[in-house]
């Protein structure tokens, strides 16, 4: 008789472990199943998924991708945690932006985000924002040695920060109280603007800061430019780190230390849905920092402030509901990556000004997940997971790379302003654009799941965005074009464009093509007509001219497209299809014109049907 050890989890200890070989051989047999015959290391690659920057998702992460030991919070190269106990103590900052015109609305909102659970204030001030003469009237009421403030106030850092100074010595608050940043960056705003800023104010205020305020930060390295121009994580380190290495030259140069330049500064990310790859990006961000201090020597200064904010670029117009989902997995990606701030975006922000019930959910997201799901209790949550250290290392080395390249083009200056940034990340842009275009990066509401009854959700009119320099692009703007092109159709004539569903044989060979179909054809803004459920030759030009549709689209396997396809093409035709698509892989049918299938381009074939239906 065999004696087990006493583990409390023995059941199988007599049995010798599973190799990794083992499940090869497992992932082989599954994939011969679908058509690839693959063996070895190969079978791992075709279930890997590839990333931007040349990085790629492996599906089984084991203690052999092992990554460089990403030490302890609070220490070199700070991976796991800018400070010792991270959020553990009191969970991250909750920060909210405001950005409305009119002080006296602007303080409303205020006390009510500061009355619920909000914890520091994010100011956009300047044109199309708060005026520097309402900053006042918008604090009114507040706790300004309680409440840090951050600023954005472009090319008018100077004088609003002059503002807060007048506010804090009229209020009495002790310098040492004053906390937040004045958010002075002239490289981040001759990114959006094209305008060049001297930083010599900028450079004034981080030495007062130094000097008077030792809890407030001068600069602001805004990454959310190269992010919103279409970049990737790689690249958004790569010019973050390239723009404080700037900054922190001008510092040392105007005679500060190391130390000192490296505590005016706080980092600004942006936190996408993917939250593996938030969580590596803040992580790797710390670390790519704390290779700059140590390089300067001052590795006791690495440690890198971290203002994270759920990204524009993912927010959708249509269904805009969905964003609350978008920005809870990039709060939690965020939070989990050890931000020291949290911005979450309220979910119509790409419609225009938030009303107060988004404005609730916005902030109540990081509520749920700090009080209710315990998110901060543990510090580097996904520290030791082999797939986030494998990302996080691989992604210190892309930005490390594009940091790299900047600096050899003269620093992130001369970078921008040759163009060498922009043709980068538009680059970058139209590899992920090509993605969305065949709907390979799914937008749910928008390529796919698309919902054409949806009442639109309207806002007040924002102020008019900073442009002039980089771009700033969104997931979901090639199909937003052709939902409008539908939209101004059915305003002019009362109907949507129509496209009729010719659904061959039983449910069973229709049903997976006929909603694949719909869904397609949907997020042009185009309505499916399935009705009846299914057609024949002799019943399919009764059938179309019932449905008010112009173009029809088969759907069936592809036995049944054999028997039937081209006898129903040459009916449908005849009832006066302008054009007949086929769902399933091209083939040689004379009546069919084009076919829809799992990697096509969706916008393409959306934007030319929409054109030979003439609509405008």
């Given at each position: 008789?065999?004696?087990?050890?006493?583990?409390?989890?023995?059941?199988?200890?007599?049995?010798?472990?599973?190799?990794?070989?083992?499940?090869?051989?497992?992932?082989?047999?599954?994939?011969?199943?679908?058509?690839?015959?693959v063996s070895g290391p190969a079978a791992e690659e075709a279930l890997s998924t590839a990333l931007e920057d040349g990085l790629s998702t492996r599906p089984l992460y084991t203690a052999r991708e092992a990554a460089p030991?990403?030490?302890?919070?609070?220490?070199?190269?700070?991976?796991?945690?800018?400070?010792?106990?991270?959020?553990?103590?009191?969970?991250?900052?909750?920060?909210?932006?405001?950005?409305?015109?009119?002080?006296?609305?602007?303080?409303?909102?205020?006390?009510?985000?500061?009355?619920?659970?909000?914890?520091?204030?994010?100011?956009?001030?300047?044109?199309?924002?708060?005026?520097?003469?309402?900053?006042?009237?918008?604090?009114?009421?507040?706790?300004?040695?309680?409440?840090?403030?951050?600023?954005?106030?472009?090319?008018?850092?100077?004088?609003?920060?002059?503002?807060?100074?007048?506010?804090?010595?009229?209020?009495?608050?002790?310098?040492?109280?004053?906390?937040?940043?004045?958010?002075?960056?002239?490289?981040?705003?001759?990114?959006?603007?094209?305008?060049?800023?001297?930083?010599?104010?900028?450079?004034?205020?981080?030495?007062?800061?130094?000097?008077?305020?030792?809890?407030?930060?001068?600069?602001?390295?805004?990454?959310?430019?190269?992010?919103?121009?279409?970049?990737?994580?790689?690249?958004?380190?790569?010019?973050?780190?390239?723009?404080?290495?700037?900054?922190?030259?001008?510092?040392?140069?105007?005679?500060?230390?190391?130390?000192?330049?490296?505590?005016?500064?706080?980092?600004?990310?942006?936190?996408?849905?993917?939250?593996?790859?938030?969580?590596?990006?803040?992580?790797?961000?710390?670390?790519?920092?704390?290779?700059?201090?140590?390089?300067?020597?001052?590795?006791?200064?690495?440690?890198?402030?971290?203002?994270?904010?759920?990204?524009?670029?993912?927010?959708?117009?249509?269904?805009?509901?969905?964003?609350?989902?978008?920005?809870?997995?990039?709060?939690?990606?965020?939070?989990?990556?050890?931000?020291?701030?949290?911005?979450?975006?309220?979910?119509?922000?790409?419609?225009?000004?938030?009303?107060?019930?988004?404005?609730?959910?916005?902030?109540?997201?990081?509520?749920?997940?700090?009080?209710?799901?315990?998110?901060?209790?543990?510090?580097?949550?996904?520290?030791?997971?082999?797939?986030?250290?494998?990302?996080?290392?691989?992604?210190?080395?892309?930005?490390?790379?594009?940091?790299?390249?900047?600096?050899?083009?003269?620093?992130?200056?001369?970078?921008?302003?040759?163009?060498?940034?922009?043709?980068?990340?538009?680059?970058?842009?139209?590899?992920?654009?090509?993605?969305?275009?065949?709907?390979?990066?799914?937008?749910?509401?928008?390529?796919?799941?698309?919902?054409?009854?949806?009442?639109?959700?309207?806002?007040?009119?924002?102020?008019?965005?900073?442009?002039?320099?980089?771009?700033?692009?969104?997931?979901?703007?090639?199909?937003?074009?052709?939902?409008?092109?539908?939209?101004?159709?059915?305003?002019?004539?009362?109907?949507?464009?129509?496209?009729?569903?010719?659904?061959?044989?039983?449910?069973?060979?229709?049903?997976?093509?006929?909603?694949?179909?719909?869904?397609?054809?949907?997020?042009?803004?185009?309505?499916?007509?399935?009705?009846?459920?299914?057609?024949?030759?002799?019943?399919?030009?009764?059938?179309?001219?019932?449905?008010?549709?112009?173009?029809?689209?088969?759907?069936?396997?592809?036995?049944?497209?054999?028997?039937?396809?081209?006898?129903?093409?040459?009916?449908?035709?005849?009832?006066?299809?302008?054009?007949?698509?086929?769902?399933?892989?091209?083939?040689?049918?004379?009546?069919?014109?084009?076919?829809?299938?799992?990697?096509?381009?969706?916008?393409?074939v959306l934007s030319s049907t929409l054109d030979h239906m003439g609509v405008a």
């Amino acid at each position: 008789m065999t004696v087990l050890p006493d583990d409390g989890l023995s059941l199988a200890a007599e049995f010798p472990d599973a190799t990794h070989e083992q499940w090869q051989r497992l992932v082989e047999g599954v994939l011969r199943k679908s058509g690839k015959d693959v063996s070895g290391p190969a079978a791992e690659e075709a279930l890997s998924t590839a990333l931007e920057d040349g990085l790629s998702t492996r599906p089984l992460y084991t203690a052999r991708e092992a990554a460089p030991h990403a030490g302890y919070p609070g220490f070199a190269p700070f991976v796991r945690g800018g400070t010792a106990a991270g959020s553990a103590a009191a969970g991250w900052d909750v920060r909210q932006r405001h950005a409305a015109t009119d002080p006296a609305g602007s303080n409303e909102t205020v006390l009510a985000d500061l009355e619920n659970g909000v914890t520091s204030l994010w100011l956009g001030i300047g044109p199309g924002a708060l005026p520097v003469s309402g900053i006042e009237r918008a604090l009114e009421g507040v706790f300004l040695d309680l409440a840090p403030v951050a600023m954005d106030a472009g090319a008018e850092f100077e004088p609003a920060a002059r503002e807060l100074f007048r506010l804090y010595e009229e209020r009495g608050i002790p310098k040492d109280s004053a906390r937040g940043t004045l958010g002075a960056d002239p490289l981040g705003h001759e990114a959006r603007t094209g305008e060049r800023l001297d930083p010599a104010a900028a450079i004034e205020l981080a030495r007062l800061c130094g000097q008077e305020y030792p809890n407030l930060r001068a600069l602001t390295v805004d990454a959310l430019p190269y992010h919103e121009a279409g970049g990737s994580a790689g690249q958004e380190l790569g010019a973050s780190l390239a723009t404080a290495v700037a900054y922190l030259r001008e510092l040392t140069d105007a005679g500060l230390t190391v130390e000192a330049a490296c505590a005016q500064l706080e980092f600004r990310y942006a936190a996408t849905a993917d939250q593996f790859l938030t969580i590596a990006k803040l992580r790797a961000a710390r670390r790519l920092w704390a290779r700059v201090a140590e390089v300067c020597g001052a590795p006791d200064a690495g440690a890198q402030r971290q203002h994270a904010v759920t990204s524009p670029v993912m927010m959708t117009r249509r269904d805009p509901w969905v964003n609350m989902l978008r920005t809870t997995v990039a709060c939690l990606g965020a939070g989990v990556g050890g931000a020291d701030s949290v911005t979450v975006l309220p979910f119509d922000h790409s419609l225009g000004l938030p009303d107060a019930f988004a404005r609730r959910i916005a902030r109540n997201t990081s509520t749920i997940l700090l009080e209710e799901s315990h998110l901060a209790r543990v510090i580097d949550p996904a520290g030791g997971s082999w797939y986030v250290e494998r990302l996080t290392d691989e992604l210190a080395h892309a930005g490390w790379e594009f940091f790299q390249e900047i600096e050899r083009a003269g620093g992130q200056a001369a970078a921008l302003r040759s163009g060498l940034i922009g043709e980068r990340l538009a680059a970058t842009w139209a590899k992920r654009s090509e993605k969305l275009a065949k709907r390979r990066e799914p937008i749910t509401g928008v390529s796919e799941f698309p919902n054409l009854t949806e009442r639109p959700v309207e806002r007040e009119a924002p102020p008019a965005e900073a442009s002039g320099g980089l771009p700033r692009v969104r997931r979901d703007e090639a199909y937003e074009v052709l939902r409008a092109r539908s939209d101004a159709h059915l305003a002019s004539t009362g109907a949507r464009p129509r496209v009729f569903i010719a659904a061959l044989g039983p449910a069973a060979a229709h049903t997976a093509r006929a909603s694949f179909a719909s869904n397609l054809f949907q997020a042009g803004g185009i309505e499916a007509v399935h009705d009846p459920v299914t057609v024949d030759a002799t019943t399919a030009a009764d059938a179309f001219k019932a449905s008010d549709a112009t173009v029809a689209c088969l759907c069936s396997s592809d036995a049944l497209y054999e028997e039937q396809a081209d006898a129903v093409a040459d009916a449908l035709k005849s009832a006066g299809a302008q054009r007949v698509f086929l769902a399933g892989r091209p083939a040689e049918r004379p009546g069919v014109d084009a076919y829809v299938f799992a990697g096509c381009d969706a916008v393409s074939v959306l934007s030319s049907t929409l054109d030979h239906m003439g609509v405008a």
